[in-house]
């Protein structure tokens, strides 16, 4: 008798080799399926506990940073970096009068000027303007200038600037054989109300 396998013996191994592909490729599965799914739990509960630790120590901290701002707000010195106290509509033709007054002061045309809604922002009121300008850029730098390095403190906001190129007439009446440039800016002017208690 010959010692090599026979047919029947060779579908036996088959078969076999054959339940343990099967169950290879069934735990292949179940470990990309579900241990896959488990992993990703376990990594977005990771990062939420990371988030509960940061808020935690946010809400521990809050108590001395409330303290430190009111302080701050109580704190008389701190009174002149806002506008003076007056109704909203009061505060914004006052800021139309200081925009004015530099504009004009630079040498440059006021265009517009207009007041833009009143916000409420954390315990102050800020009034705004719109303002359009023309000059040179001597004029804005120094108009920007002056808005930003006074006080109460002002802020500049959304500034847009164009500019073109043109020949101004001599006083002859002729037309100069030079070009100069003429800027329109738009930009928003902004300063801080307290807010009235009581």
Same mark, same amino acid.
């Given at each position: 008798?010959?010692? *090599? ?9 088959? #078969?076999? +080799? ?26 977005? #509960?990771?990062?939420?506990? !990371? ?7 946010? *809400? ?7 303290? %430190?701002?009111?302080?701050?707000? !109580?704190?008389?010195?701190? %009174? &002149? ?7 909203? &509509?009061? #505060?914004? #033709?006052? +800021? ?5 007054? +530099? ?11 207009? %007041? ?9 009121? $800020? ?36 500019? $073109? ?7 002859? =009446?002729?037309? &100069?054989?030079?070009? $100069?440039?003429? +800027? ?9 109300? $307290?807010?009235?208690? =009581?």
């Amino acid at each position: 008798m010959n010692p *090599a396998t026979s047919p029947s013996q060779f579908h036996r191994l088959a #078969a076999l +080799l054959l339940l343990v592909l099967m169950v290879g490729l069934f735990y292949v599965m179940v470990d990309q399926i579900w241990m896959g799914q488990y992993r990703l739990y376990q990594t977005h #509960a990771e990062r939420l506990l !990371d988030r509960l630790h940061n808020l935690q120590r946010l *809400a521990t901290a809050r108590p001395e940073l409330e303290k %430190a701002i009111q302080s701050i707000r !109580d704190d008389q010195r701190t %009174a &002149a970096y806002f506008l003076p106290p007056a109704p909203p &509509a009061l #505060a914004a #033709a006052d +800021l139309q009068q200081r925009v004015k007054s +530099l504009v004009e002061g630079a040498g440059g045309n006021l265009l517009s000027v207009q %007041a833009l809604p009143v916000v409420e922002e954390g315990g102050v009121v $800020r009034v705004a303007v719109g303002v359009t300008v023309q000059g040179d850029v001597d004029m804005l730098q120094k108009t920007l200038h002056g808005l930003e390095s006074q006080v109460p403190l002002l802020f500049v906001d959304n500034l847009e600037v164009t500019a $073109r190129q043109f020949r101004p007439r001599l006083p002859d =009446g002729k037309i &100069a054989p030079y070009t $100069r440039v003429q +800027l329109n800016g738009q930009f928003e002017v902004s300063g801080y109300l $307290r807010k009235e208690t =009581g």
